[in-house]
Every structure is written in C-alpha cells, then in structure tokens.
C-alpha cells in the first residue's frame, strides 16, 4: 500500500509521458524500455527524467526482454526517504527550485 501522499502526489502528474510511467508502474509494478518503445517513446531515460523531476522517486534495474538482452526498468523508489533527502529538489522538481533561485 502506497502512502496517502505519495498517491496525491502521482495523482496530481498531467504530463503524458510521466504519466505513462507512473500508470503503467501502478499497473504492473514496473516500466521497462520495452513498455517505452511498445508506446513510441524512443528515449526511455528522458521518460523516467520526467518522472523523477517530478519529485517522485524512480529506482532502476534491469529486466530481459523479449529477446532475452538485458533492458532498464523502473519502480517506485522511497517516497519516505525522497522527502527526507532533499525537500526542495525531491517535492519540487525544477519549477520550486527555479523560483527559489530567481528570488535570491
């Protein structure tokens, strides 16, 4: 069972490509290169990139695919410990830490 917060906070992402990692993470608890490509996203870092400037946070391994080559996959990482490390950077992502920054 996810945190509460966690939720809302996955709830909240519009963004379609974060949002396909995110669904398809909750759908079947992880997101491979493979999952990325099916879907015409050819640059899987940059989808898990979304994802993570987010503020969520993503760990990554390595599954086979359908040829038996070893491929990226991605998973929840620890919400608890992602707002603990680095609130600004982990909560924010880039929008909060550009308006802290043009502040200053």
Known sequence: ???????EKLNS???????FVIDKILEQGFCSTQDLKDKGYEHAPRAAR????????????QVKDRNGKNIAAYRFGDWEK???????????????LAEQLKRH
């Open 82 to 96: 992602a707002k603990k490390s680095n609130q600004l950077a982990k909560t924010g992502g880039r929008t909060q």
């Open 50 to 61: 979304d994802v993570r400037e987010l503020g969520i946070p993503l760990d990554t391994f």
């Open 1 to 7: 069972m996810l945190p509460e917060d966690f939720i």
């Open 13 to 19: 992402v519009t963004n379609k490509r974060a949002r």
